[in-house]
């Protein structure tokens, strides 16, 4: 239990493009998604929180008008970089803390599961 | 300064070995503490949970010190499985969502 995917998992685009990238949680429900970015050899960073039906809140430092997120469903977010250019190629993770896990048991307020990712390339 | 702080490494470990290390923490009000494992260009998975007295997982032992802001890890028979990029993961409770803050990780190397 207590998957999460992403799409897609690589893109290559061209600078000036938007691309967006989808995290999904697929056998438990998410009010709270975390969209963070990691640089080689560097931390993840915390981008964004994103929650169901809300506005998300932007880490300090993030553009809002470049990073749009939607977090329409209690299973999808997504991630919009719109315009990108050559310095957002980086890794694109999201991260879902569940409601409820499968098999009935209360996931502890602490515990995130993590997509495979998602690596940017910008052109 | 950043909010945790780890040796970037590599440790190189022999194969059956032990190999042991730290990383510090800035804000004393953090709440929980995790062992991620990062695999190369893969997305973090837990390893475990740091609690307060100390806790073992296997052959993986975590330690928290919270008078000098620090938690370990130690791995014991070290396997080439083990090989891998270790993240430490605090998580401050700003605001209900719980904020992970990560370290930029401790890479293992062990080699046969």
């Known amino acids: 239990g207590a998957v999460v995917s992403q799409h897609p998992s690589r893109v290559i685009c061209k600078s000036g493009t938007s691309v967006k990238i989808e995290c999904r949680s697929l056998d438990f429900q998410a009010t709270t998604m975390f969209w963070y970015r990691q640089f080689p050899k560097q931390s993840l960073m915390l981008m964004a929180t994103?929650?169901?039906?809300?506005?998300?809140?932007?880490e300090q430092g993030v553009e809002k008008d470049k990073f749009l997120i939607n977090h329409a469903s209690l299973t999808l977010s997504t991630l919009t970089v719109t315009s990108a250019h050559p310095e957002d190629s980086s890794f694109y993770i999201c991260?879902?803390?569940?409601?409820?896990?499968?098999?009935?048991?209360?996931?502890?307020?602490?515990?995130?599961?993590f997509g495979p990712g998602t690596r940017l390339t910008v052109l | 300064r950043k909010e945790v702080e780890q040796d970037p490494g590599p440790f190189n470990v022999p194969e059956g070995a032990t190999v042991a290390f730290n990383c510090t923490y800035s804000?004393?009000?953090?709440?929980?503490f995790f062992w991620y494992r990062q695999d190369c260009r893969k997305e973090p998975k837990l390893l475990m949970s740091v609690y307060s007295s100390g806790n073992e997982d296997g052959r993986f032992t975590a330690q928290l010190n919270r008078a000098s802001q620090y938690i370990s890890l130690l791995i014991r028979d070290s396997k080439l499985s083990d090989s891998a990029t270790y993240l430490c993961?605090?998580?401050?409770?700003?605001?209900?969502?719980?904020?992970?803050?990560f370290g930029a990780g401790t890479q293992v190397v062990v080699t046969p």
């Open positions: 991260s879902a803390k569940p409601l409820l896990l499968a098999g009935g048991s209360y996931s502890s307020y602490n515990e995130q599961f």
């Open positions: 994103s929650n169901e039906g809300s506005k998300a809140t932007y």
């Open positions: 804000n004393s009000a953090s709440q929980s």
């Open positions: 993961v605090v998580n401050e409770l700003t605001d209900s969502w719980g904020k992970l803050q």
